[in-house]
C-alpha cells in the first residue's frame, strides 16, 4: 500500500512538472477570467442596483460559465498536452461545454452548504468551522476531475467523484489534505473560495487588489500555485482512474 501511494504520487509529479510550460498559460487565462467575472459582477451590481436576487443569479450564471471555460483549459493541458492562449471565440464556444453538470455541482453544494448552515451553530468556533469546511472540500475533490477527465455529467458526476474517493481514499485522500492545509496556511483564515477554487469553482471573485494589500503576495502567484495543484490533481485522478493498484504494480 506504502509503495503504490509513492509511485503514483511521484508519477503524478513527474507528469504535472512535463506540463510546467503549460502552466503560466492556465495562470493567465484564471487571471483573464476573476477580472472578467470581477467586472461582470460590478456591471450586474451597477445595472440591477438593489435587486439582490436577480443579481446573484446572473453572477452565479457567469460564475459558471467562466468555470465551465476554465475546466476546457484545464482539459487541454491534463488529456491532450496541447494548449494556446484561446481568442475571444473559442472562449464562448468552450464556455458552453461543461454547463450542464457544473450548475448541478453548484447547486448541490450551495443546498449542502446552506443545510449545514441552518444546523449548526453560528459558535461552533475556529477549529468547528475548519472540519465543516474540510468535510465539505472532501467531499467534492474529485467533481471537477469527474466532469473533465471522465465526462460524468449531472448528478453522476457527483457520484462518480464521491465513488472515486471512496475506491482511492489513501491515495486522494492524504494528498488533497495536505493542499487544504496549505491553502488554509497561505490564507491564514477560513475563505471558503480557495478551496473551491481548487475543487468545484476554478473562478471566484478574488478581489485582485484586496488580496494585494491584505496577503502581501502577487496574487497572480496564488493563481500560479493554484494553477500547479489543478494540474496536479488532474493527473493523480486519471492514474487512479484508469488504472487499479495490482496493474500499477507490473509498470513499477
Known amino acids: 500500500m506504502i ?34 467575472y470581477y467586472l461582470a459582477t460590478i456591471l450586474i451590481s ?4 438593489a435587486s439582490y436576487f436577480v443579481g446573484s443569479f446572473l453572477a ?22 496541447n494548449l494556446k492562449l484561446l481568442e475571444i471565440k473559442d472562449f464562448l464556444d468552450n464556455g458552453k461545454k461543461y454547463l450542464s453538470p457544473l450548475f448541478t455541482a453548484f447547486f448541490t453544494y450551495y443546498i449542502i452548504e446552506l443545510l449545514i448552515s441552518l444546523v449548526t451553530s453560528p459558535n461552533s468556533g475556529l477549529i468547528g468551522n475548519l472540519i465543516i469546511t474540510f468535510l465539505l472540500y472532501i467531499t467534492f475533490s474529485a ?18 467523484g464521491i465513488n472515486f474517493i471512496v475506491n482511492n481514499f489513501i491515495n486522494w485522500v492524504f494528498p488533497n489534505t495536505l493542499i487544504f492545509l496549505f491553502l488554509f496556511f497561505l490564507f491564514n483564515q477560513i475563505l471558503i473560495f480557495p478551496y473551491l477554487l481548487v475543487n468545484l469553482g476554478i473562478v471566484y471573485n478574488f478581489k485582485i487588489f484586496n488580496l494585494l494589500a491584505n496577503y502581501k503576495i502577487m496574487p497572480v502567484i496564488i493563481l500560479f500555485i493554484l494553477s500547479f495543484l489543478l494540474v496536479y490533481k488532474g493527473e493523480l485522478y486519471k492514474i487512479l482512474a484508469f488504472s487499479n493498484r495490482r496493474k500499477r504494480s507490473y509498470n513499477k
Open 60 to 81: 452565479y450564471i457567469v460564475k459558471v460559465f467562466i468555470t465551465s471555460a476554465s475546466l476546457y483549459v484545464l482539459a487541454r493541458i491534463v488529456l491532450s498536452n
Open 3 to 36: 509503495s503504490d501511494f509513492i509511485f503514483v504520487q511521484k508519477k503524478a509529479f513527474i507528469n504535472t512538472f512535463k506540463k510546467i510550460k503549460y502552466i503560466p498559460i492556465l495562470t493567465l487565462h484564471l487571471l483573464a477570467y476573476n477580472i472578467l
Open 143 to 160: 467533481v471537477l476531475e469527474s466532469i473533465y477527465i471522465s465526462e460524468k455529467f449531472s448528478y453522476d458526476s457527483i457520484n462518480e
Open 46 to 49: 451597477r445595472i440591477l442596483g
